[in-house]
């Protein structure tokens, strides 16, 4: 009796494994035609390559189809898609090379006009502030792939540039932000406890060829973003910006352990806050 259920116990341990290779056998064979199937869409049909990629959640093959949509191409509409995939890929290197490719196409400003006039009319009021600036939305982005491909003095270097900026289409852009953002989440800083020290020497810090601190700058763009709204749109796209600017000083204060300017910082937020809400309603 014994023998005869330890050969049971082995038929079925047996029967188990065959049904593992068998599987993996399956899995290595759809790697393999998923593979070849990515290779020959995109060199025949990368822009229907693209969509199923993108349909399907593979932000990595939809990244070669638009590589190939805008090399044959040269749209700026197909190399912010490209730049859309790398970043959600975390293809942070090329991504960052490929926005600054965009911003100075000599065709930018009309493709972003463009497309923010796009997203402001499909667009709910709650959402417009993800939507309605891409301009914005590309300087953060580059900040922020820059640093996490390692790029980290890069990142530093755009995120001063964008503060510094006085370019009045870009009131709304606040790349710094992302930055300390950067620094809050790395954990290299968080673990030996530099973090506090690397937020106080960047908020005093004077940027070479500069005469104005940091510390004045985010004051002086306050006061811009602060400024009369001429739009509701507009109005919307300040308070949002000045939020930002606000969480990020208050990030600043509670590094340096102030907490007279953070207890006022909250209150600044809360107000913001409250304004925010009642313009998207």
């Not at 049909?45 to 070669?64: M, N, Q, R, Y």
């Not at 300087?139 to 270097?157: E, F, H, N, P, T």
């Not at 600017?245 to 300017?261: K, M, P, R, S």
């Amino acid at each position: 009796m014994n023998k005869t259920n330890e050969k049971r116990g082995q038929s079925s341990a047996n029967y188990g494994l065959t049904i593992l290779f068998t599987a993996l056998k399956c899995v290595a064979v759809f790697v393999i035609l998923l593979f070849y199937l990515e290779a020959i869409m995109v060199g025949l049909v990368p822009k229907s390559a693209a969509k199923f990629f993108d349909d399907i959640g593979l932000d990595g093959p939809a990244s070669t189809c638009y590589e190939q949509i805008y090399k044959r191409s040269q749209k700026s509409i197909d190399l912010y898609n490209l730049v859309e995939r790398q970043l959600r890929s975390g293809n942070y290197k090329k991504a960052a090379n490929n926005i600054t490719k965009l911003l100075e196409r000599p065709d930018y400003k009309t493709f972003a006009t463009k497309l923010n006039k796009a997203a402001i009319e499909k667009s709910e009021k709650k959402y417009l502030v993800y939507v309605a600036d891409v301009n914005s939305y590309l300087l953060s982005q580059r900040v922020i792939a820059l640093y996490r491909s390692g790029d980290k003095a890069s990142a530093k270097q755009r995120a001063i540039e964008d503060l510094y900026s006085d370019d009045a289409e870009n009131v709304y852009s606040f790349a710094f932000g992302g930055y300390v953002d950067c620094l809050l989440l790395d954990e290299a800083l968080n673990e030996n406890g530099t973090l506090g020290q690397v937020l106080d020497a960047l908020y005093k810090e004077i940027p070479e060829g500069k005469v104005m601190d940091i510390q004045s700058r985010i004051q002086t763009k306050l006061a811009r973003v602060d400024a009369a709204a001429t739009s509701e749109v507009d109005r919307i796209m300040r308070v949002y910006t000045s939020l930002k600017i606000n969480y990020t000083l208050l990030n600043i204060y509670e590094a340096q352990g102030d907490t007279v300017l953070s207890a006022s910082c909250r209150e600044r937020i809360e107000m913001l806050r409250t304004n925010y809400e009642s313009l998207i309603v």
